[in-house]
């Protein structure tokens, strides 16, 4: 059963740091690409916006044009686990961010990320 845990989110100030984490398990994870994505309040369900994504051998690595410089995505296949780590956050940056894998769909509980104005 593929299981996907993220933790790290929170409250943080305009310009701030926030790294956030995917435990993943159930699947092969060397063999997946990764990738974070959020849904930002007030949208609908199905409205999640991709963030970033990282190949399987973790070489490749993929931005949305609006964190593209802020925010870094890395892997740890021992761990298997996917980090993101988020700087210079501001307000807009706030929603609910999901890891997902390559493989199937499932996504993970998701971890709030509030910016505060």
């Known amino acids: 059963q593929v299981r996907l845990v993220e933790s790290g989110g929170g409250l943080v100030q305009p310009g701030g740091r926030l790294n956030i984490s995917c435990a993943a398990s159930g699947f092969i994870f060397s063999e997946a690409a990764m990738s974070w994505h959020r849904h930002f309040t007030g949208k609908e369900y199905e409205e999640r916006e991709f963030v970033a994504r990282i190949s399987s051998s973790g070489l490749s690595t993929y931005y949305h044009r609006s964190v593209r410089g802020r925010f870094t995505i890395s892997r740890d296949v021992a761990k298997q686990t996917v980090l993101l780590q988020m700087t210079n956050l501001n307000p807009e940056d706030s929603g609910v961010y999901y890891c997902?894998?390559?493989?199937?769909?499932?996504w993970g509980q998701g971890m709030p990320v509030t910016g505060s104005p």
């Open positions: 997902k894998p390559s493989v199937g769909e499932h």
